[in-house]
T-cell receptor
Framework: DGGITQSPKYLFRKEGQNVTLSCEQNLNHDAMYWYRQDPGQGLRLIYYSQIVNDFQKGDIAEGYSVSREKKESFPLTVTSAQKNPTAFYLC?????????????FGEGSRLTVL | QKEVEQNSGPLSVPEGAIASLNCTYSDRGSQSFFWYRQYSGKSPELIMSIYSNGDKEDGRFTAQLNKASQYVSLLIRDSQPSDSATYLCAVNTGFQKLVFGTGTRLLVSP
């Protein structure tokens, strides 16, 4: 079945450690996104990529890094520079169309910093 | 002013009633509008999209868009307890960039 797979679902990290969240899609979508969701807040865009080997910062990119070496994959690294990394992280993809762009989300990864 | 604003709720309605969820946005150039449903602890799922002024119906859901007044709404007819969730309004403000509201929590009581 087509979809987006995020792993791991739950992740615990000690302060000062980098962690990488995986996101893989088999929908043949060009665009991929990473969002962060905190309680009581909407989804905030971290990074997005519209084509392979290219990506742009979103609204809260500080402390995060991404790569887009393959169309299917868009991993997110949460670095030690991210001051408050505990959150629910959502990966999404969409077709590359200017005026549409329904997002398809993965199941999310919940990161907790101990 | 936030780009996309929603009342956080909770909005409580009895089973079988109509639930009305509202959203306002600030960017007049916005072209496409979406409603996502998010159950607690789960990821959002798209339930409605609307691109032109007026109403768009899909089953029990109706999305309404008024670009002149910069608001979009979602009506849920015959509300069911399974509709209890947070509803996120999202606005496409440019090329492939969606801005989300903080969501309205809906509670449907049996």
């Amino acid at each position: 079945d087509g979809g987006i797979t995020q792993s791991p679902k739950y992740l615990f990290r000690k302060e000062g450690q980098n962690v990488t969240l995986s996101c893989e899609q088999n929908l043949n979508h060009d665009a991929m996104y990473w969002y962060r969701q905190d309680p009581g807040q909407g989804l905030r865009l971290i990074y997005y990529s519209q084509i392979v080997n290219d990506f742009q910062k979103g609204d809260i990119a500080e402390g995060y890094s991404v790569s887009r070496e393959k169309k299917e994959s868009f991993p997110l690294t949460v670095t030690s520079a991210q001051k408050n990394p505990t959150a629910f992280y959502l990966c999404a993809s969409s077709t590359k169309d200017r005026f549409t762009g329904e997002l398809f989300f993965g199941e999310g990864s919940r990161l907790t910093v101990l | 002013q936030k780009e996309v604003e929603q009342n956080s709720g909770p909005l409580s309605v009895p089973e079988g009633a109509i639930a009305s969820l509202n959203c306002t946005y600030s960017d007049r150039g916005s072209q496409s509008f979406f409603w996502y449903r998010q159950y607690s602890g789960k990821s959002p799922e798209l339930i409605m999209s609307i691109y032109s002024n007026g109403d768009k119906e899909d089953g029990r859901f109706t999305a309404q868009l008024n670009k002149a007044s910069q608001y979009v709404s979602l009506l849920i007819r015959d509300s069911q307890p399974s509709d209890s969730a947070t509803y996120l309004c999202a606005v496409n403000t440019g090329f492939q960039k969606l801005v989300f509201g903080t969501g309205t929590r809906l509670l449907v009581s049996p």
